[in-house]
């Protein structure tokens, strides 16, 4: 079975600086792993996401994500926060083994909170 | 990009009566599609796999009587909670993957259902 665990309930980070938002997964195959931003009473939005290649995944807004499989880590990053980066993240992995078929398992959610 | 909307995206009703939401890929087809559940502040619980053409696919713990999965064609999934009481009160979220296990799911934008 998958499982995606992020370990932060809640983030808080002074606009301009740094922001990383952990992820972890586990899978019995190999992952596809992604992230997704929701912001209140709204869907979820795309953010980013790993299939192959290089560890280092860059996406929409600014954030990046670090795929290390020793760690079976991938934790969402951006080097300078804003306000408006203020919202509810998710991390979702996809095991592309037969049996998981195109469900999508997502963590617990971390929320962001970026003050001016 | 491609886009799911789903509607309405705010409903209140009383309790007994049946609530029905819609889910719609806008620019592609989805054979298959997903109907998540979100409690306040926590992440999304999946509760069935829509599939077009044939029965819904429920997970473990989801009355199947209770939550009425439809997905009458390659475009539109309905859920319809039926004799709706307080405790399914909840933020539903409809989502389609696009084609192919590495691209990415799309999300509606979720109904807020209130029973009273």
């Known amino acids: 079975a998958q499982s995606v665990a992020q370990p932060e309930d809640q983030v808080n980070v002074a606009e301009g600086n740094p922001l990383t938002v952990k992820c972890t997964y586990s899978v019995s195959g190999n992952p596809y792993l992604f992230w997704y931003v929701q912001y209140p009473n709204r869907g979820l939005q795309f953010l980013l996401k790993y299939i192959t290649g290089d560890n280092l995944v860059k996406g929409s807004y600014g954030f990046e994500a670090e795929f290390n499989k020793s760690q079976t880590s991938f934790h969402l990053k951006k080097p300078s926060a804003l306000v408006s980066d203020s919202a509810l993240y998710f991390c979702?992995?996809?095991?592309?083994?037969?049996?998981?078929?195109?469900?999508?398992?997502f963590g617990g959610g971390t929320r962001v909170l970026v003050k001016p | 990009g491609a886009v799911v909307s789903q509607h309405p995206s705010r409903v209140i009703c009383k309790s007994g009566t049946s609530v029905k939401i819609e889910c719609r890929s806008l620019?592609?087809?989805?054979?298959?599609m997903f109907w998540y559940r979100q409690f306040p502040k926590q992440s999304l619980m999946l509760m069935a796999t829509s599939n077009e053409g044939s029965k819904a696919t429920y997970e473990q713990g989801v009355e199947k009587d209770k939550f009425l999965i439809n997905h009458a064609s390659l475009t539109l999934s309905t859920l319809t909670v039926t004799s709706a009481h307080p405790e399914d009160s909840s933020f539903y979220i409809c989502?389609?993957?696009?084609?192919?296990?590495?691209?990415?799911?799309?999300f509606g934008q979720g109904t807020r259902l209130t029973v009273v």
């Open positions: 620019d592609f087809q989805a054979t298959t």
């Open positions: 979702a992995v996809r095991d592309m083994g037969k049996a998981a078929g195109n469900k999508l398992t």
């Open positions: 989502s389609a993957p696009s084609k192919g296990g590495t691209a990415e799911a799309f």
